[in-house]
């Protein structure tokens, strides 16, 4: 049986877990609508690139890049989003499991011995991928690139990526993270980077049909080279800013759920505090009914 002050102790101790994680929930919050505010302004030019490529794709010129050519997958890359930080629930667990089937279905498509790359994004993904013992995983990790980097970074990656794929030191690079859809809803997602694929193309094409009568200088073809890169550029800082905005969602729950059962065992305690306190008073008023008795 606990003692009163063991108690007392006990629930000070639950109320500060209770204020703190309600504090680390509005920074996360806050974080979460910061993010939404940056797809917002992202958005713009996302959509003139896809407007740009409709166009362009509407138009009867067989294109051509470096980017889009298909060969046969004899090594590949795969960059798994997650998170530097703790206190985010399940959300890395979710994305390692998510990385270990995308790994199997790699395999089961071009063979076992297929040698994969693989760029963790964040220290907590990292320290779980290098836990994996699989001579065919290369780990990669770059400087600078985890889950707060910055535009520039982004951007820099992703050349690196690209530069990876045209050179043919990998035949094609996928990403997996979590995609943001709301505060409450987060949504494991694969993606093709390179080769640029037919779907993501298709879906541009859809965009463009509305208006084809342009002349294109210096030809299509030229400007496709130009603004293909740009495409793939805006698609990798949305999935960036997807990525990071699930993660606060993540642990805005998780804070909410620690802060619930913070208040609930806090209630428990207080309700064991007073029952205690009142067996104390209540045996005080009958040792002092005793001695009078005595007497």
């Known amino acids: 049986m606990a003692t009163l002050r063991e108690l007392k102790t006990r629930i000070g101790s639950v109320a500060s877990t209770e204020k703190i994680t309600g504090a680390m929930k509005m920074i996360s919050s806050a974080k979460v609508h910061q993010n ?69 279905r790699l395999r089961n498509r071009y063979g076992a011995d297929l040698k994969v790359d693989v760029y963790p994004v964040g220290k907590k993904m990292e320290k779980a991928v290098r836990r994996l013992h699989d001579g065919g995983l290369n780990i990669i990790t770059i400087d600078g690139v985890d889950s707060k980097m910055k535009g520039d970074k982004v951007n820099s990656f992703t050349h690196s990526l690209r530069d990876a794929f045209i050179n043919g030191d990998v035949d094609c690079v996928e ?74 969602a993540a642990r805005v729950m998780a804070m909410q759920s620690a802060n619930d059962n913070a208040k609930k065992l806090n209630e428990e305690l207080q309700l064991e505090y007073n029952k205690l306190r009142q067996q104390g008073i209540t045996t005080e008023l009958l040792d002092i009914l005793g001695g009078q008795v005595e007497r």
């Open 36 to 104: 939404e505010q940056a797809l917002r302004q992202l958005q713009p030019f996302k959509e003139k690139i896809k407007s740009i490529m409709g166009h362009i794709l509407a138009t009867d010129v067989t294109f051509d890049s470096p980017l889009i050519r298909k060969r046969e997958v004899k090594k590949a890359a795969v960059v798994v989003f997650g998170s530097d930080d703790g206190l985010c629930g399940a959300y890395n667990v979710n994305i390692f499991k998510g990385f270990l089937v995308s790994i199997d």
């Open 175 to 248: 990403v997996i993270y979590m995609k943001y859809i709301s505060m409450s809803r987060q949504k494991l997602t694969e993606e093709i980077l390179f080769p640029v694929s037919e779907d993501a193309l298709a879906a541009e094409t859809e965009t463009g049909n509305e208006n084809q009568l342009y002349i294109f200088e210096p030809d299509p073809n030229s400007i496709f080279n130009q603004v293909l890169p740009m495409f793939v550029l805006s698609t990798m800082q949305q999935i960036t800013i997807e990525n990071r905005s699930s993660e606060q």
